[in-house]
């Protein structure tokens, strides 16, 4: 344990603390802005939608059908071609609904995942998780286990804040630094690290509280062992916060190669992920941005976009 806060001691050095005058993006306001600017993008998506669909009706509505005989079989060859088009508008409206509601998703539930790793910090796992394994506490617990293991993050790559726009991104990374800090504000932290190396030295790691002298074991318990702990748990907050901050970075930058996919293959499900591989290719997409697309498809099969759920309810209800 020695060890592992020696190098969170050198961390320190590297992050820079925030600035008293530095303006803080706040979780909630990197949140809404966060929030705002996707559901704009949804609002102009539902409303080309409408229009289609309205143009589509109007067609529908334009000339009789007769009954029990197929459309098609009515259609004169414009007229099919006219219908061609709306099929292919309304394909290209469901792939896009698609995956701005798995966007919209991302937002929300790294939000709760930022909420869930601060209170599991502060308060421990016990008193932050319901212990129903259906609970949506155990699930949010269970993505936020799984990212520390499918991601490892360096503190020192924080660095200091400064002009970045007030988004989901910044809030996380402001969040974290914010924890680095209150790590450094520990109270006689550095005697306590004095203490604990010597202890050490004497009795080894990992430490057996049995072999310890009366005098050693109340020292350890009552001041070493606490604020080791609670070292440990804020360092681990930090980087739950810059890890979600990464993965936040990467989701947008997904969801800018799928709307790109798009434009270059309107509605087309199986082209989905062709503009990625090219930026990954050109080095527009680093490695690490690509293993995060691991975990933002695991964010996806454990808790789904909306839509997927709004499309589950209604095949129930038939």
Known sequence: ??????????????????????????LEEGYSAESLLQSKEEAELAQATLRQLKAFE????????????????????????????????????VTKQLFESRRERDIQVIRKLAILADKISRYGLEDSVSTDPKSDEMLLASVLFATREL????????????GKPCNLATALEDQARDAVVEFSEIENFSEVMTESKRLAKIYETPIDEKKMTAT?????????????????????????LYRLALIERTSKKMLAALRQDQYESPGDQAYMGTTWDRWRKEGRVSEREHQLTGVVNFINTKIPAPIISDWEEIARKK
């Not at 991601?151 to 400064?162: A, H, I, S, T, Y």
């Not at 062992?225 to 907050?237: D, G, V």
């Open 1 to 26: 344990m020695y060890r592992a806060f020696l190098v969170i001691g050198l961390v320190l050095c590297a992050v820079v603390p925030r600035q008293a005058h530095a303006e803080v993006c706040s």
């Open 58 to 93: 109007k067609f529908i509505g334009s000339r009789k059908w007769e009954d029990g005989k197929p459309m098609s079989q009515q259609m004169s060859a414009e007229e099919a071609s006219e219908f061609g088009k709306y099929q292919k508008q309304q394909e290209i409206a």
């Open 151 to 162: 991601l490892d993050v360096n503190l020192r790559e924080l660095g200091e804040e400064g």
């Open 216 to 240: 050693d074991r109340e020292t350890f318990l009552s001041e070493v062992k606490p604020k080791l702990r609670k070292a440990q748990a804020i360092m681990e907050r930090s980087k739950d």
